[in-house]
Each structure stands twice: as structure tokens, then as C-alpha cells.
């Protein structure tokens, strides 16, 4: 393992000439944006966060997070229209745009990396106004807490997590972000340590001092907030496939988990039906939040309806979105039998006989006592379905209002025949196993 860990290295941690090169764009940055922010008695200072100001970035990856910090006095309209202003201001000789998170901020691209000019209040630790307070002080936090060999671990853990496909905690991804690397180093001592405790992880296991309970998968507590866990965002299937990363790295080290990934697909994606529809421009946070809760929300009507949805995924492009479900059947039997309460329970019985007496085509008591209705189903073809369900009870279906004029234009069809690169790849990811991390 340790030959492995020393070649990974190589990736993980930056060059002397990387280092200078990203050295200039910092200081590039900060001039343009504190020469914009002294215009403004309401802005109390700057600050460089994240990955880059505690030493723990990636040469493939790594923002640069300007924060404007505000008074607190500040009404929040202006934090957010003054906080524009001098992203704007600053960065325009990069072509910069708006994205989102709980506020608005600023973001464009200087030579090859991302610069964010961010708002957040000048508060007191612990007395956040908004979600963005916090990261001037996990930076502090981690630059003292984090010794040299430690923020190397940090490295190694998150190109462990990229070559995963778990690691960024945008609503797209909802991985495992910087900061929980960071906070799991910390915990833990190592990059191999960490793997270790991951890959014994039981349900609800708690990392860090919680002030309270709570009821997600893992609980990863924030160093600088008892409250709050930044498990709560990491999704279920993400902390799977770390704990079964974790195990096959483990039992057989090799470079791969850190570079590329195998995938084998065996299955055909004629079973994944594909719902596209263009969408009006908004942040990337907004649209990935309304598809997938779109998604989600049209997955548990097929199920109810019969058509058994084993995986489902979205992919946005700049105008368009997919929502693809993998079924086990695009088609449904004739006949459908519903399972009755057993005989003894006369009162129930009778409600049920009640219910479905007309609709049903035979009527008996199976050989566990329940009485069963063989009855015709009302959906058999599930293109039909999905075309009745989104034409005709758009406003039942879950889809988030946000997105229910959109997704009324819509066109339906199997994978195989979809048009669209970004709709092949994700219908070949529902269909494909992942050997690096399913291995024997």
C-alpha cells in the first residue's frame, strides 16, 4: 500500500511551478476585487478561503474563493446587490456570471481556474447570518488544526473521492465535499485511516462531537458547529459507494482509485425511458434541485402504478434536461392481483370486498388466508403512462412548480433511440457496474 500511496502522490500534490502559477492568479484577484470593494463603506474586508488559502488542493482542481465580508448592519438586499456589483466589477474582463447558493455570488474563469467572488457577513463564530459565515472560520480552523503531512493526507483523500465519482457537494453531485476531507483527516489522522473507519461504518455512526441527534446515514460533525452535520447532504447511494470503495481499496491497493474508473455494461438500455424537455436559463444549483426532485417525485408514481423503477438519474446540458428510469419492464401484464386482508378480520374484509367487487375478475382465498382480486390493470405500457401522467395530472405528478410549464413540452423515449451525448452517457451509467468498486 504504501508504494501505492507514495505514486499517488504525484497527482495529488501540486508542482512549484503550479503553485506560483496559482500564487499570481490570487493576487491577481484580490487586487481587482479589493480596488471594487473600497467603494463601499458597507464592506469591512476580504478574504481568501477554501482549499487553496489552507494548502489542501488539487493540481487538477482547485477554485479560488475571494469573500467579501460585509457589517453586520448591512439589510440583506444590499449585501446581495453590492456583493454582485463588485464581482462584476472586478471580474469583467473574464466574462463573469452569477451562480447560487443560499446568495448570490460572482464566478469566472482566469487562464484555467474557477474564481468566486463571494458575500458573506463579518460575524462573531457562531452567529451566522447566512450559510456562507462559516467558511472564513473552517479556514482558519483548518490551517491551524491541519499539520503539513496532514493536509497531504487531506490531498490523497480527495482524489480518492474524484476518481470515485463521490467527491463535490453541489445538489448535481451531493458528495463528499473539501471540507468533510478536511474533516475526516482530522478525525481520523490519515488517508488510510480514514478508509479504514469507512469501510467498517455502521448506520447512524457519528463523527465528531454532536450537540444533538440526528437521523441521517453518517453523521460527520462540523469542528466549528455542534449543530451541524455535513452528512446531511451527502447522499445514500455516495456513502455506499465510499464504504465499498474504501473495502476494495483495502483488500487489493492499486493507482487506479486514484486515476480511472472500470465500468462493464452488460445491459442493454432499451429499458431506460428517457423524459427530455428544454428548460429556461437559471444556476445550475436551482435546475439539478428541481430535476431531481422531479425525478424522484415521478419514480414513486410508476411504482405505484406497477412499473418497478430500479434506478433513476437526470443530466442537464445548457437548455436541456433528461430524467431517465431504468425499469425492469416498459410493459405490464394484462392482470394484476390485489392482496386482501386475511379472512379473520371480518370488518376489514368486508371493505375490501366493497372496494373492488366491480373491478374484479375473480375473487378468492389464497393459502395464506388473505383474500386476493385478480383485476385488469389500468397501465400496462409505461410511455403511455408517463405521456398521461405529465399531459393530464401535471399538477399531482410531484414536479416542483418551478418546473411544471417546461416539462408540459416534453418528448419520451427509450435510451437507445434518445438523441443527446449527455443522455447516452447517463443511460449507460444506470445499465454499467462500477469493477473497481464491486470486486471479489
Not at 490570487?26 to 478574504?47: C, D, P, R, W
Not at 482547485?62 to 454582485?84: L, R
Request: glycine share 6%; charged share 25%; net charge positive.
Amino acid at each position: 500500500m504504501n508504494q501505492i500511496l507514495k505514486q499517488a502522490t504525484k497527482y495529488t500534490i501540486p508542482s512549484e511551478k503550479a503553485q506560483k502559477l496559482k500564487d499570481a492568479i490570487v493576487e491577481q484577484t484580490i487586487k481587482l476585487v479589493q480596488k471594487e470593494a473600497t467603494k463601499y463603506s458597507q464592506v469591512s474586508g476580504l478574504e481568501v478561503v477554501g482549499s487553496y488559502a489552507k494548502g489542501t488542493w488539487l493540481p487538477q482542481r482547485a477554485d479560488i474563493d475571494v469573500f467579501v465580508k460585509f457589517q453586520t448592519s448591512t439589510p440583506e438586499k444590499e449585501f446581495v446587490e453590492i456583493g454582485k456589483k463588485i464581482g462584476f466589477a472586478a471580474l469583467k474582463d473574464f466574462e463573469p456570471y452569477v451562480r447560487y447558493a443560499e446568495h448570490p455570488f460572482v464566478e469566472a474563469q482566469i487562464k484555467d481556474t474557477k474564481v468566486n467572488v463571494v458575500p458573506c457577513y463579518d460575524v462573531q463564530e457562531g452567529q451566522w447570518k447566512s450559510s456562507a459565515d462559516r467558511s472564513p472560520f473552517h479556514t482558519k480552523f483548518m490551517i491551524n488544526a491541519l499539520s503539513g503531512m496532514m493536509k497531504n493526507e487531506v490531498r490523497l483523500l480527495k482524489a480518492f473521492l474524484k476518481a470515485n465519482d463521490i467527491y463535490g457537494a453541489e445538489i448535481a453531485k451531493q458528495g463528499f465535499s473539501g471540507y468533510v476531507a478536511e474533516v475526516l483527516v482530522l478525525n481520523f489522522g490519515s488517508f488510510e485511516n480514514v478508509l479504514r473507519e469507512i469501510s467498517q461504518l455502521k448506520a447512524g455512526q457519528v463523527i465528531g462531537k454532536a450537540a444533538k441527534e440526528f437521523d441521517s446515514k453518517i453523521v460527520i460533525m462540523d469542528p466549528i458547529d455542534a449543530n451541524r452535520n455535513l452528512g446531511a447532504a451527502i447522499s445514500t447511494e455516495n456513502i455506499g459507494r465510499f464504504v465499498l470503495s474504501a473495502r476494495a481499496f483495502l483488500r487489493k491497493p492499486s493507482i487506479s482509485f486514484f486515476t480511472s474508473k472500470k465500468k462493464t455494461t452488460k445491459l442493454d438500455t432499451k429499458n431506460v425511458l428517457v423524459i427530455s424537455f428544454r428548460y429556461k436559463p437559471r444556476s445550475p444549483d436551482i435546475i439539478w434541485g428541481q430535476v431531481k426532485r422531479a425525478a424522484t417525485s415521478i419514480s414513486t408514481q410508476m411504482n405505484q402504478a406497477g412499473f418497478t423503477v430500479l434506478k433513476r438519474s437526470a443530466t442537464i446540458t445548457t437548455d436541456t434536461a433528461a430524467l431517465l428510469f431504468l425499469l425492469q419492464s416498459k410493459e405490464l401484464d394484462k392482470y394484476q392481483t390485489r392482496m386482501g386482508p386475511e379472512f379473520f378480520v371480518s370488518e376489514h374484509v368486508e371493505k375490501f370486498i366493497g372496494a373492488n367487487k366491480k373491478k374484479s375478475l375473480a375473487m378468492w382465498v389464497n393459502d395464506d388466508g388473505k383474500v386476493c382480486s385478480m383485476q385488469k390493470r389500468q397501465n400496462t405500457d409505461a410511455k403511455i403512462f408517463l405521456k398521461k401522467l405529465i399531459q393530464n395530472n401535471i399538477e399531482k405528478s410531484g414536479v416542483p412548480a418551478g418546473l411544471k410549464s417546461e416539462i408540459k413540452k416534453f418528448k419520451i423515449a427509450s435510451a437507445n433511440a434518445a438523441k443527446g451525448k449527455s443522455i447516452k452517457e447517463a443511460a449507460r451509467d444506470l445499465v454499467s457496474t462500477d469493477e473497481t468498486i464491486f470486486s471479489t
